[in-house]
């Protein structure tokens, strides 16, 4: 419920899935890697994560937002980075290395 319905619900969604994602970075000082099912909702949990500073944390590297190419190797080069992604990400990924 609420993962890309209107409204308050939506909204309310997408800020606990920012919020545990940033405690989740916390825990791991980065690292992740957050699989979304639409855009909007990737995007909007992008918009949180910034609005309260995660980036300045963890470099956070967003679906949509750069080549999925650069976009992975950026991520598996800073070690620590959040990385949001939906549609092609779903299919495999490949990260070498510590960054996950």
Do not use: K, N, Y
Not at 7 to 35: C, I, P, V, W, Y
Request: hydrophobic fraction near 40%; charged fraction near 25%.
């Amino acid at each position: 419920a609420g993962g890309d319905g209107d409204g308050e619900a939506f909204d309310g969604f997408q800020r606990e899935t920012a919020r545990m994602l940033e405690a989740t970075a916390a825990l791991t000082r980065g690292g992740l890697f957050g699989l979304f099912t639409s855009h909007r909702a990737l995007h909007r949990v992008a918009e949180l994560l910034r609005e309260s500073g995660a980036d300045a944390h963890w470099p956070l590297f967003v679906h949509g937002e750069d080549d999925r190419h650069r976009l992975l190797t950026r991520f598996t080069m800073s070690g620590s980075g959040l990385l949001l992604g939906t549609a092609s990400f779903w299919e495999g990924v490949d990260v070498p290395g510590d960054p996950l």
